[in-house]
Structures are given as C-alpha cells and as structure tokens.
C-alpha cells in the first residue's frame, strides 16, 4: 500500500489546506513549476532551434507518454488543447456521412461533449439512462457512441466492453471519454478496443490544463480523413506543399501549432502517475472512497456514488441540504472540493494516493458538522466558479 507521507512534499498545496479535489483540478507537482521553467529558459536561449529539438514533437512523445500510462501503442495518441477539440477532430472525419448521423450517449455525459454534438444540424442526439441503455439505443443509424468512462457527477464506472461489442456489431465507433478515470482506475485502451479516446490532465493525472489528448486505434487511424485538420497533420508539414497529404496514424488528427508550455507542465504529472502506478493508485482510492462511504454512513449522510467497489471511481459525491453553501463553509474551513447540481449531485470528495486517512477523516466530520448545525444556511445562494 502506497505511503502518502512519500510524496506529500513533493505536492506543495498540501501543506496548506485539506485538498480533496483531484478528480477537478489535481494538487501541482512541483516538478511543474521547473518544466515551466525549463521551458522558458529554451524558449530565451534557443530560441526558434527549439522546435527542432524537440517542441515541434512533443504532442506526438508527450502522447507516447500517456501512451504507457493508459495502455496505447506509441503513435496512437497526440495531445490537443481539450476533450471537446478532440471529439470535433473525431467527428469532422465523418462530415460526409448521410447514412448514419445518429449520436447515442447517457444523460449523464459530460456538458461540453453534449453541447458539441447537439449543436450539429445534421446529427440526431439520442442520450439515454444508463450504460445498458446505451447498448439497447445503437443501431444500424448510429455514427458514433460518446461516453464516459467514470461519470463526472457521482463517479460511477461505466460498462464499456457490451457499448463497444454492439457498436461495432452495428457499425458505429465508440469515443470514450476518459477524463474522470485516466490516472486512478486502471486500464487499458487496446484492450477495451476504442475507436477513440479522449481525455485531459487537469484531475487524477495532476497534469493541469491545456493538454487534452486523443487516441485513436492504429486501424482506424489510417482509415479516417479528419477535416478538422491543419499543417501538423500532414505527411511533411516542412515541405509547405500546397495539396494536403495526411501524415500517419494518430498524427493526421493534429492542427497546428502545439500548446508547448502547457505539455511541458502535464509531463510533472505523468511523471508521476508513472513512478507510483495506476494499479497502486487504484488500491489507495478504493481504500479512501470506501472510508468515505463508512463514514458518511456514520454521521448520517448520504452518498449518491456507488458502494459496490466495481463501479467505484475515484470520487465519492454527498448529498446535502444545500450542496453550494455546504462547499463554501467547507472552503472557510480550510477543505477544497466542489459540489455539482441535482440530479446526482452533491459535495464531491476526491481524494488521491497523496491524501491521508486524516484528511478524509477530518472532511466527513466537518461536513457531518455542517449540516447538522444547519451553519450552512449562512451561504443560502452561494455560487462556485469550480
Ligand atoms: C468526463 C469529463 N469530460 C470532459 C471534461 C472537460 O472537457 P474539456 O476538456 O473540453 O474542458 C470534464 C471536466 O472538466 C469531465 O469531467
């Protein structure tokens, strides 16, 4: 079992609150901050030479990285600003497609996914209950089935293998959305056998934002034409040559100029995510979430994530009286973690190999206490920006 008191100094936040918002925007490695400050001192002293020496590559090596960490070949992943540039790149490889143009997702998807397939004009969006609804809902219409992996709100993994069995049965792609599970619950993209994947850094991969990524299967990648496309994607970007020929594998799905900074901060958090592993990661969470869910059994709360450990992601979400005003009081007393709106909402707890039995312990008392109280209510209409 993974010692917290091993990496606690290496993530300076924790010194100074109870920092239980990882599956939102993860504590900073201090290896960040000296990227960013490698990065900055290549940028002065060499200037353009830089892209030659490795920037001009790194959504491809960045990508080989994440490539090891979420089981993908090398060149199957390249790194992008966001999930929702990375779903449009799937989707405009597909703009000539009048036979299919059925979308089947669940409710619970993540909004900016949801918004970038409802605001196509050609596209009908079918969003259903459940995952076992989504296996029900695809059929010979179905173009693409855009999940996710863990669901944001309440943490509950999703059943992918019968999505993809019945997708392909049908003809349709899956794109997985693996945001909420890539650095805490184990997988492995080949196995699952994606069409696509998608994903960012910001939460359990302590990566910090501006470096999304998309995978792509190496045997579909050679097959797709994406029309969202740009001068990284082409076979010889530094040939100029006027007529677009499309690089290969997942590289044809890249536009322009990288987010070079941003790569050279996620790579701290690979770094990592590398040294502990996700197996070893996946073993602390479940011990955290499953104290969460006994203590908030305890005091009386009521979770609304999953108990059976299966189904379990790394975060556990609270029901409360009033789930804004409960954060604030919680943000006055020192613990950080957000809350999301009803249905399925609540205060959601997060916590990664880094945090302490302590630090659950203290956030489930002083939330216990919060709401019997009723101390609340002083933040009746409070708002959040996180
Ligand atoms: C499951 C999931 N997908 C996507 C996102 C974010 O999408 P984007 O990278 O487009 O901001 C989040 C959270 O920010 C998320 O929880």
């Given at each position: 079992?993974?010692?917290?008191?091993?990496?606690?100094?290496?993530?300076?936040?924790?010194?100074?609150?109870?920092?239980?918002?990882?599956?939102?925007?993860?504590?900073?490695?201090?290896?960040?901050?000296?990227?960013?400050?490698?990065?900055?001192?290549?940028?002065?002293?060499?200037?353009?030479?830089?892209?030659?020496e490795?920037?001009?590559?790194?959504?491809?090596?960045?990508?080989?990285?994440?490539?090891?960490?979420?089981?993908?070949?090398?060149?199957?992943?390249?790194?992008?600003?966001?999930?929702?540039?990375?779903?449009?790149?799937?989707?405009?490889?597909f703009?000539?497609?009048?036979?299919?143009?059925?979308?089947?997702?669940?409710?619970?998807?993540?909004?900016?996914?949801?918004?970038?397939?409802?605001?196509?004009?050609q596209?009908?969006v079918?969003?259903?209950?459940?995952?076992?609804?989504?296996?029900?809902?695809?059929?010979?219409?179905?173009?693409?089935?855009?999940?996710?992996?863990?669901?944001?709100?309440?943490?509950?993994?999703?059943?992918?293998?019968?999505?993809?069995?019945?997708?392909?049965?049908?003809?349709?792609?899956?794109v997985?959305?693996?945001?909420?599970?890539?650095?805490?619950?184990?997988?492995?993209?080949t196995?699952?056998?994606?069409?696509?994947?998608?994903?960012?850094?910001?939460?359990?991969?302590?990566?910090?934002?501006g470096?999304?990524?998309?995978?792509?299967?190496?045997?579909?990648?050679?097959?797709?034409?994406?029309?969202?496309?740009g001068?990284?994607?082409?076979?010889?970007?530094?040939?100029?040559?006027?007529?677009?020929?499309?690089?290969?594998?997942?590289r044809?799905?890249?536009?322009?100029?990288?987010?070079?900074?941003?790569?050279?901060?996620?790579?701290?958090g690979?770094?990592?995510?590398?040294?502990?592993?996700?197996?070893?990661?996946?073993?602390?969470?479940l011990?955290?979430?499953?104290?969460?869910?006994?203590?908030?059994?305890?005091?009386?709360?009521?979770?609304?994530?999953?108990?059976?450990?299966?189904?379990?992601?790394?975060?556990?979400?609270?029901?409360?009286?009033?789930?804004?005003?409960?954060?604030?009081?919680?943000?006055?007393?020192?613990?950080?973690?957000?809350?999301?709106?009803?249905?399925?909402?609540?205060?959601?707890?997060?916590?990664?190999?880094?945090?302490?039995?302590?630090?659950?312990?203290?956030?489930?008392?002083e939330?216990?206490?919060?709401?019997?109280?009723?101390?609340?209510e002083?933040?009746a209409?409070?708002?959040?920006?996180?």
């Open positions: 079992m993974i010692d917290p008191a091993d990496y606690r100094d290496r993530f300076p936040i924790l010194g100074t609150c109870t920092y239980l918002i990882n599956h939102s925007l993860a504590a900073m490695p201090a290896a960040a901050e000296d990227n960013l400050r490698e990065y900055a001192r290549t940028w002065r002293e060499r200037g353009i030479r830089s892209w030659a490795g920037w001009w590559e790194m959504p491809v090596t960045v990508g080989d990285q994440l490539g090891r960490i979420l089981g993908a070949p090398p060149g199957s992943i390249v790194m992008h600003q966001n999930v929702t540039v990375a779903e449009a790149i799937v989707l405009s490889c703009a000539g497609s009048t036979e299919r143009n059925r979308i089947v997702y669940e409710e619970a998807n993540f909004p900016s996914v949801r918004y970038l397939y409802q605001a196509q004009p596209l009908e079918v969003a259903v209950a459940d995952d076992r609804a989504i296996v029900d809902a695809i059929d010979e219409r179905t173009l693409l089935v855009p999940i996710s992996h863990v669901l944001f709100k309440n943490g509950e993994i999703q059943d992918v293998d019968p999505i993809v069995r019945r997708a392909h049965e049908a003809g349709a792609h899956v997985l959305d693996c945001y909420q599970s890539a650095g805490v619950v184990p997988f492995d993209l196995e699952l056998g994606v069409d696509f994947a998608v994903g960012g850094s910001v939460k359990w991969l302590c990566g910090g934002p470096a999304g990524w998309l995978y792509v299967r190496p045997d579909v990648a050679d097959r797709l034409e994406p029309t969202l496309v001068w990284q994607g082409h076979a010889r970007p530094f040939a100029f040559e006027p007529e677009l020929e499309y690089a290969d594998g997942a044809r799905f890249l536009t322009g100029t990288p987010n070079v900074p941003a790569l050279y901060a996620a790579t701290a690979y770094d990592v995510i590398e040294e502990v592993g996700v197996p070893r990661i996946r073993e602390r969470s011990a955290h979430t499953q104290l969460l869910i006994d203590l908030c059994d305890e005091a009386g709360l009521a979770i609304v994530s999953p108990r059976v450990p299966a189904r379990r992601g790394g975060t556990v979400t609270v029901s409360t009286p009033d789930h804004a005003a409960c954060h604030t009081e919680l943000g006055e007393r020192g613990i950080i973690c957000d809350f999301r709106p009803d249905p399925v909402g609540g205060v959601r707890l997060g916590p990664h190999f880094f945090n302490t039995e302590d630090e659950v312990r203290h956030a489930v008392s939330l216990a206490d919060i709401v019997a109280s009723g101390v609340y002083r933040h209409g409070a708002s959040s920006l996180y």
